[in-house]
DNA sequence: TCAGTTTAATTAAACGATTAACCTGACATA
DNA sequence: TATGTCAGGTTAATCGTTTAATTAAACTGA
């Protein structure tokens, strides 16, 4: 690899000289400029940029650290903070902490273990001096414990940070909720069900108080007796569906679009059609939403938004702007045909 | 940042002495080495990568190229690349190339336009001082100019290399769609009908090839006519549905589960259901795959195992042994319920 | 006892770029 | 004439770590 200083000898200058020019700093004559390019370009010079990081205590680099690359959230999250990235000049350097494919799906929850997890990392990008971190949870939860002692400037999405200087961007949970069982209850539905995730898991919770006050605005009476907490995949949609249609609910509002798609399994299965027979919402607009038999009404999560919405908040706490401490970004109803109308 | 600078004057020892001891070389004594260990931990040090890999040429990072982290194929062959990674010490840094999203699905064929795409990636790797290259391709296809002059050992996933120097991982799309075309043929279809992608991609030219092997194999005309060329997409095969259903096939091969998703639209707005009417076969077993109603049997391409065995083979590279030019992954049939039986 | 080896260190030169500080000559200004 | 300013450079230190070369003392064995 040809370097700055063999470029410098060829031309018979410095190699500060060499620097300032690439660097298109003034007080170098065009007679020299246009020599150096010259060489520049014959020898294929490329700059070494652990040269320069170790030198300007700058890397240029964001540290992107997740959860796990293989939960769908993940990859459209990377590609927000990514083209934010790339438009302000920085490059992404992504550690993969694999939560769930390595834990078999250990849901984590427990400060503990997540803090032995997040550290080593945290100090690894430390060690690759990156300017920044982006770190990307696998779920809603509070991470109480980021390490801070790196000094590395640092947002969350997708967690909730317990800590003043570190701000994270998440979704708006109850809100998006709300909005949806609104939708149900302007289509004449009163007596709605929810298939529900974990009962200790936030999103489930946040959710539930959003679907309470889409009740309350309308006057319903809430009855707890309508929410079933299964879990979040298909099977455990399928298997809780005799329950809650047993309840005589005339629409189900599913928090994830695979309860929704284990809902649907069952409706196939015993002659029924969503959008017919019943009304079944579901959450996230997951690829799958759209090809189900007839579509399903959900909510859209902008997860590409919340990437650049955390990368630009990054970039301010990095101008040493002040920031807000949380960022909730808008879900956005998707409507298909999942959802009648009730005389 | 504390530096090692700083640990060795405090213990009165050379730097030297610190770096052979943070290495594990011997030479050392044990009252040394448990005083600057000491000192080590209490102060929180971190090495500092930048500086290590200025000074070794080695950075111990490998660079993942994606043409678009979007393309459903592309995390998973990181998340198989990233897992040899991290079980081999390597970290990674990821480019993502957005050729997709940034240019609306553009079919990126045009060798021209390629390579001035992938070009400056490179040399920013190269800059970047990585010791390998994934570079990730969205589709198949061949790629002719991929960049050497950095001498920067490569292996590309996906894609077809033409060059000698750079070996590729690739999907057996035609074994697979043979395996796929002979499950049908062996349930009694004789008619069967192919919604393919664009006629010029190398996917559906190699799917294409594998029909016609089956159908060989077992004694079948091939009848070029009961193939339609469309796309990749639902929209596509919701359009040729008509048509095809039309030439009285008794099993539709479509080469990606989206095109299955557009043909089961088609078929429940009409009343039909795979599996029972008539048999879909789909590609690529896509999430949404095991959504469909019923299931739709599909052949599942092991991304993850792309990923890895790209990596294997660059840790090959890297060790300076002779590695194989070409392989070819083999894909997984995956049965559920689109097939039936010809009385 | 002494040459030879081993152990436990040190010294100083890299790695490639950046940058603060300095230098030199030309020209302008009062 | 003295002083200041500016263009167009150069010098040399520096970033933090590694490592080849060297040293000095201690030990080994015949």
């Given at each position: 690899m040809v370097t700055i200083k063999e470029i410098a000898k060829e031309c018979g200058v410095s190699t500060a000289t060499v620097s300032n020019i690439l660097n298109g700093k003034k007080n170098v004559s065009d007679e020299t400029r246009a020599k150096v390019m010259a060489v520049v370009?014959?020898?294929?010079?490329?700059?070494?940029?652990?040269?320069?990081?170790?030198?300007?205590?700058?890397?240029?680099?964001?540290?992107?650290?997740?959860?796990?690359?293989?939960?769908?959230?993940?990859?459209?999250?990377?590609?927000?903070?990514?083209?934010?990235?790339?438009?302000?000049?920085?490059?992404?350097?992504?550690?993969?902490?694999?939560?769930?494919?390595?834990w078999n799906d250990i849901w984590f929850d427990n400060e503990e273990m997540c803090n032995t997890m997040i550290y080593p990392v945290v100090q690894e990008m430390a060690a690759i001096q990156v300017d920044g971190?982006?770190?990307?949870?696998?779920?809603?939860?509070?991470?109480?414990?980021?390490?801070?002692?790196?000094?590395?400037?640092?947002?969350?999405?997708y967690a909730y940070s317990q800590d003043e200087s570190v701000p994270s961007v998440v979704i708006d949970d109850e809100d998006a909720a709300r909005v949806m069982v609104k939708y149900l209850i302007d289509h004449g539905h009163r007596k709605i069900g929810v298939l529900a995730g974990e009962q200790d898991n936030l999103h489930a919770k946040l959710r539930v108080r959003g679907y309470q006050k889409a009740l309350y605005d309308a006057g319903i009476l809430y009855n707890p007796d309508l929410i079933i907490y299964a879990g979040w995949g298909k099977e455990f949609g399928y298997r809780e569906s005799a329950k809650m249609l047993e309840k005589g609910v005339t629409a189900v509002?599913?928090?994830?679009?695979?309860?929704?798609?284990?809902?649907?399994?069952?409706?196939f299965e015993h002659g029924m059609q969503a959008g017919k027979d019943i009304s079944v919402v579901g959450f996230d607009n997951q690829v799958i939403s759209d090809y189900f038999?007839?579509?399903?009404?959900?909510?859209?999560?902008?997860?590409?938004?919340?990437?650049?919405?955390?990368?630009?908040?990054?970039?301010?706490?990095?101008?040493?702007?002040?920031?807000?401490?949380?960022?909730?970004?808008?879900?956005?109803?998707?409507?298909?045909?999942?959802?009648?109308?009730?005389?």
């Amino acid at each position: 690899m040809v370097t700055i200083k063999e470029i410098a000898k060829e031309c018979g200058v410095s190699t500060a000289t060499v620097s300032n020019i690439l660097n298109g700093k003034k007080n170098v004559s065009d007679e020299t400029r246009a020599k150096v390019m010259a060489v520049v370009e014959r020898t294929g010079y490329t700059l070494n940029y652990v040269a320069r990081g170790l030198r300007r205590q700058k890397t240029q680099t964001i540290g992107i650290i997740a959860e796990d690359i293989g939960q769908f959230t993940t990859p459209e999250m990377i590609e927000g903070v990514m083209e934010v990235c790339e438009d302000n000049g920085y490059k992404t350097i992504v550690q993969n902490l694999r939560f769930y494919s390595r834990w078999n799906d250990i849901w984590f929850d427990n400060e503990e273990m997540c803090n032995t997890m997040i550290y080593p990392v945290v100090q690894e990008m430390a060690a690759i001096q990156v300017d920044g971190i982006i770190y990307i949870a696998g779920h809603a939860r509070k991470i109480s414990k980021y390490p801070t002692q790196f000094n590395i400037p640092s947002v969350l999405t997708y967690a909730y940070s317990q800590d003043e200087s570190v701000p994270s961007v998440v979704i708006d949970d109850e809100d998006a909720a709300r909005v949806m069982v609104k939708y149900l209850i302007d289509h004449g539905h009163r007596k709605i069900g929810v298939l529900a995730g974990e009962q200790d898991n936030l999103h489930a919770k946040l959710r539930v108080r959003g679907y309470q006050k889409a009740l309350y605005d309308a006057g319903i009476l809430y009855n707890p007796d309508l929410i079933i907490y299964a879990g979040w995949g298909k099977e455990f949609g399928y298997r809780e569906s005799a329950k809650m249609l047993e309840k005589g609910v005339t629409a189900v509002f599913c928090m994830s679009d695979q309860i929704a798609g284990g809902l649907y399994q069952y409706l196939f299965e015993h002659g029924m059609q969503a959008g017919k027979d019943i009304s079944v919402v579901g959450f996230d607009n997951q690829v799958i939403s759209d090809y189900f038999l007839p579509g399903l009404t959900t909510t859209k999560i902008d997860l590409v938004g919340i990437g650049r919405t955390a990368m630009n908040l990054l970039l301010d706490k990095l101008d040493g702007k002040e920031t807000e401490k949380l960022i909730k970004v808008p879900c956005k109803p998707i409507k298909r045909q999942s959802v009648c109308k009730i005389k």
